[in-house]
């Protein structure tokens, strides 16, 4: 062994201490520290010949970089949709690192039967029926790419024909039709060889990004029988909206198509009581997009796909050699995602959720939502801001007002404003084609206090603009 890493296997439990100092100095700041940081990381490392050894890594890394790590996975970063790590969560993911398994196959090791009790939670919790056969991959937009290309399996095989064995080759164009794709559902079609163009949008209920289920009975009619995929919104990133997703399963008696549920983080709304009919009819779809470090808040990177055709999935990613065994009844999960050797990322789910509970989660979700529709009230209040949405969930959807239309520019310019006074982050967007900011509280560490900061930061913020 080379003697820098005898030292440190030596040393182990100081190299540990020392990460888990730095982890705790990191987590107690994470109230107050900037939100968000300009990075300015300097000159590209040489490789040194003789290493430094792991303590002397650490530190070095720590003293020059810990300064532009922002709050991101603190109370008021709201850009994006992201969740932070719950203590569970993040205990279990330290364990899945220092033991390192790979979740490829079965008959070495508990693991993959834990990643199965953690889906077999998650069905409890997202109130989805045993039928769904779930996997767990990196993250929704990875999660939207398996779902449709089970999809596509799923809409060739109505024409005797094999995709994932002969290719697209010979075939019609698959129109994906969608109120409001996530982008990620253009470049799972741009990967998947169907064609960011085949992403149609059918129209949406007046003032909502919700599909008018007419639109897509008109959408579907015109197809005269060609199978298409239905990509479904539960939550969309703009306004948390939902499509009636009852309404476009019945659809499916009529019309031959693959329904897609992305329900990144609207799946979440499924622990609690009063939002949970939102997802009323998911479980007609084929297949369910469900982020975990959305808001199960855990760390990067998890998310599920859940489907009811585990043997369509298996004949798009079965990967068969000699050394990796036969498929069998029960194929393991290499044969039903796009990697191979897989991270035990299955573990800080299923610690959570045994942690917190149905009612812990619920309490994040119902919290969030509580905190946005205040938010969504202080600006609606305010001379500088008006709403471009109701609040419907956990998003709050807003920009600039004023005599003049805003701009993209004023909308960057505010966002700059507002990421530099290290209290809060947001993310820009456009919304009816307005230029505009949005607010997104899927954190479980954010509480009512932080909502009159991020307000009092982007008066401020606009203010000075
Ligand atoms: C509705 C929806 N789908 C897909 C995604 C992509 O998620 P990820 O970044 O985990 O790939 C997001 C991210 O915000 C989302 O909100």
Redesign the pocket.
Known sequence: MHPLLASDLHDLPALLATARDLSLDYLASLPERPVAVRAAPGPLPALPEVGAGGEAALQAFWHQYADQLGAGSGPRFLG??TGGSTPAALAADWLVSAIDQNLSSDGYSVAPDIERAALHLLRQLLGLPEAFAGVFVT????S?LVGLAVGRQWAAARAGHNVAQQGLYGLPPLPLLSGAA?S?IYKAAAILGLGRAQVRAVGQLPGREAVDPQALETALRALNSQPAVVVA?A???NSGDFDDLRALAALKEKYPFWLHV?A??GGLAAAVPALAPRLAGWEGADSI?V?A??WLNVPYDA?MLFTRHPALQADVFKNSAAYLGALGERPDFLHLAPENSRRFRALPVYLSLLAYGRAGFADIVARNCAQAAALGALLAASPAFRLLAPVRLNVVCFTLAGPAAPTAADVARLLAYVRDSGETFLTPTQFAGVPGLRAAFSNWRTETADVPRVAKALLDAAARR
Not at 139 to 142: I, M
């Open positions: 994006f949709i993250g929704a937009t990875q939207n996530h990620s919104s939550g969309t990133v992305d990144a983080f997009t982020d470090h959305k998310a």
